[in-house]
């Protein structure tokens, strides 16, 4: 034959591939190994240190178990909108420390306040730790504990407050009023409450996290005692509310196993619509569209194909894990980790090593 | 016992219908548990949310007429026959709906309050237990010293409504002295605008890992690893 020379276009991307870096990058002029590889090797860690900033805008995180979760995060990114360039953000972290991926999520200060403060006393507490710096705004989750304590503090100091804040901006809040079918447009106040999911947490350059000392807390004579949380049982709990689900598909035939993993690993019990339309689970247990949307931290689908109408059911979820037998399975693609093995081998062998265990 | 209930009106939030806020009928149920004698005080003119929220079981209802603040409103008609029990919903629905009313009564009347009931039990010497109702099915129990303020938790079990109940109630204006007026709130207002949340905030970007084939001991092992280090496994 004659005519064209033939292309190798798999040869052709290897001389242009750049090693190196997360993702795959093609310099087309041809890779010669002279170029400046970004993303190689470690980087100098930059921080920003605030010595003295223009205002304060504070922060109350919870982090009961020492972890900053999602609305944390949150809040202190719309923390950081309201600051902008000039000002400083203080957090009051309630639980344990966690200074360290506070300042990664933009606080320049951060003032440690003990759960075991209770909610009576709480506002006295945060106006404590909050006087030295005077804040502009305090923002707070709308979250049954934060929006207790912001209205407790807005009682308390008669600052002006706006809850659930679904829109903010340095210069405009934006809130539902009227049963959510009128909303109002206004200067940030004083105190705000933010719902989740509202405002994106601070993506900027780590911040210092510097730890203040904690104000002492008065004593108050005590008019509410508030005993230890108490986690729900699982196997009891309503699907909807439940923090970890297990659920069934038509990949499962060994329910003697499910329901013993279900019970040694705390889970509670769900299953897809086929598997409840045999009727081998209870259609109380159904996950997805035309069954229960879940609020769950972690999902654990065995043999379940991860259906459209099922995938409805994970709204929320943060953490999916499947067992299944097909890798292309559409569950896969949405699991953070996926184990591509029989279910009826994997059950028991979680069972033997958990029995093992403890 | 006597309890009082706050009842605000309000509209359903679909229809735009006159209906009680769920927070509110669960604050009912919580009265009745408690015992004794329940009534309920609304500051304005009667509404016909006021009724709806008589049918699931409150035989009468004050409507204090008085211009101005309704905080000080409630808290002058409160301390004039302080009753031992004073129970709100989580927030209004139809006006502000800030939720800020029973956290302003309590600074007011110097009362201690507690939000997001599901449970009262029985007083004892002097303290009233109560269940708190958390997230993911948690519960939490506390105790409050009468008089005090509950806030109910929205999925509290709600009384059954009778109709006959809703028609029967008796209704009565109380004149009152006229309180200080308050501000207007500030900002503009107009119809709501429903704005997306942000989204892949919940899902991981992309796909995961993936194990395949792995012998039935080591995927054990891989998912006792990841369930323990996503915090699943220490309760
Ligand atoms: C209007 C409508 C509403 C619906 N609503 C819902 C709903 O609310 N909830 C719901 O769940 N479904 C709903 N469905 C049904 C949905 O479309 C799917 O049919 C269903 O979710 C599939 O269930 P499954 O994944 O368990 O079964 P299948 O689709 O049969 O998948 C089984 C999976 O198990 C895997 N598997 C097989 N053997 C093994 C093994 N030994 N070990 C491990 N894995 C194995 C397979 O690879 C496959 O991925 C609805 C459908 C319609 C039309
Ligand atoms: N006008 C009112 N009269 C009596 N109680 C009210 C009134 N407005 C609000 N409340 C109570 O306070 C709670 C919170 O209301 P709000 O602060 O307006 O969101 C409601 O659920 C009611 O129990």
Known sequence: MTGRPRRDPR???ARCLVPGGARPRLVRAGWDGMAIV???????PVMIRLETPAFWVAAVVEAPDGRLDRWGRQTLGSARVLAGTDGGVVALLVGRDVAEAVGEAGADRVVCLETAIGPDAMPGAMLAALAPFAPRHVVLAESPAGGDWARRLAARSGWPIQTGVEMLSARQAIRPVGGVRRERAAVPARLLTLPIDRV???GGTRREGRPCPAPDVPAMAARIQVGPVIAAQAAGMPLAEAPFVMAAGHGV?????????SRLLGATEGASRVVCDAGLMPRAAQVGASGTVLDARCYLAVGIAGAPQHLQGLGKVEHVVAVNTDLHAAIVARAGLSIIADAQAVMPALIALLRGEG | MRSVVLLSGGIDPVSGRPAPPSGEIAAIGLALSAGGAVGGVHVGLPAAALGQAAGHGLGQIACLRGVGDPV???AAHLSAAPPDLVLAGSRACGGED???LPYLLAERLGWP?????????TVADGWLPVTIGLPLGARQDARIRLPCILCAHDAAPAPPFVFDRARRVAMHAVAVADAETIAPPEGTERPYRARPRLIGSAAPAGGGRVLDNPDPA??????????RALGMLDA
């Open chain 2, 113 to 121: 309050l507690l939000a997001g009931v599901v449970a009262i039990g």
């Open chain 2, 218 to 227: 080591e995927a054990a092992r891989v998912l006792l690893d990841h369930l």
């Open chain 2, 98 to 100: 800030s939720g800020m």
């Open chain 1, 200 to 202: 994106a947490p601070y």
């Open chain 1, 11 to 13: 040869a052709e991307r």
């Open chain 1, 38 to 44: 970004p993303d190689a090797g470690p980087r100098e």
């Open chain 2, 72 to 74: 000080a409103i409630l």
């Open chain 1, 253 to 261: 035939r060994d329910f003697d196993s499910f329901h013993t993993l």
